[in-house]
């Protein structure tokens, strides 16, 4: 089914739409006998949950999620865990028109041709970026377990608009919790123009998109296969799944596609104990679809938030006639910056699948 996130070992699958009574998920295979730090968990999903800033939505949704399976305690047990988070300040007669009069740049019309009108069109139904919130309490979860094991993943805005962080070092990931930082950038001064850029946006009744950088610690060689299973593969299929995410690129990227083969290949050297690294990261940790043991480094590209307030060409469906469409609703003018958990979150699930799937080899 297109809303699970099926791994080798771990499955999460999500249900639920924006404006249904709750959303939540079922997560299958996560280890038992792991204590989860619930206080540790909030503080994450909080970073991605609404009404909390000038440039999110003005939705307000406390996102505590409701465990009903998978614990004794405050321990997973081995049972499918499953959750849920209600969903309290809807808001669906501002979404009345959409059934008849898609969005631009929105799954509405898409969704109406194959679910033949039946879809939910309230907040954008099962289509709505509110369906991340359930994969950020799987995500926590799994990030808490590859701290255990000492793997960290952690994300930062890469880009909004035109304006652009200071990116990665890829070979020495710096040691930043952007999870106490309002803002999670590495230079706050460019961070301040990330928010104008927003706020111009916003104040024009438009939007904005942008580039969130993630990168994994800690991870052994030897984790993905090659080819059709490999590490990148893995993590674009998991990644796409995220609402807006439009492009995604792994160590140089695109920018290494202009470079030579010497520029552009990472010299390997060892400290002559059998401890293999390479002196730069071009290759952002893979290589054959295979961890290597440097850091898994990746980019996100988001679009901007498609719901504007400006007016909007589209199509009035029942008559057949073109329409101008004035979007109601509560929107972020940019969603990045409540991106950067989601894309940590997704990224965990997806590396604890390969992490547990690497020790049963051993």
Known sequence: MS???????????????????????VVDGLPAGFRIDFDKLKT???????????????????????????????TTCGAPLGFTIANTNTRSGDYANLRETPRPSHADYAAHVK?????????????????????????????????????????????????????????????????????????????????????????????????????????????????FDGVENRLAKALFGIPAVKGLEFGSGFAGSGLRGSENNDAFVTDGQGHITTVTNRHGGILGGITSGMPVVFRAAFKPTASIAK???SVHLPTDTPQTLEIKGRHDPCIVPRAVPVVEAVAAVVMLDLLLEGEAWK
């Open 3 to 25: 809303s699970i996130l099926a791994g080798d070992r771990i499955r999460v699958s999500v249900f639920g739409q924006s404006h249904s009574e709750a959303i939540g998920a």
């Open 115 to 227: 679910f033949r009108g039946f879809q939910d069109v309230a907040g954008g139904g099962h289509f709505s970026g509110r369906l991340t919130a359930p994969l950020c309490v799987a995500g926590g979860i799994c990030l808490q377990m590859l701290a255990s094991r000492g793997v960290q993943v952690c994300a930062h805005i890469y880009s909004i608009a035109d304006v652009c962080d200071t990116p990665f070092d890829p070979v020495c990931i710096p040691d930043t919790d952007f999870g106490a930082k309002p803002f999670p950038v590495l230079s706050d001064k460019q961070g301040e123009k990330m928010r104008a850029a927003i706020e111009r946006a916003r104040m024009d009744c438009d939007s904005v998109g942008g580039v969130v950088e993630c990168a994994v610690t800690g991870v052994p060689a030897g984790l993905g296969d090659p080819m």
């Open 311 to 313: 007016p909007q060409q």
């Open 44 to 74: 994450f999903t909080s970073r991605r949950a609404p009404g909390r800033a000038s440039y999110a939505t003005a939705r307000k949704e406390a996102d505590e999620p409701e465990f009903l399976s998978g614990l004794c305690g405050d």
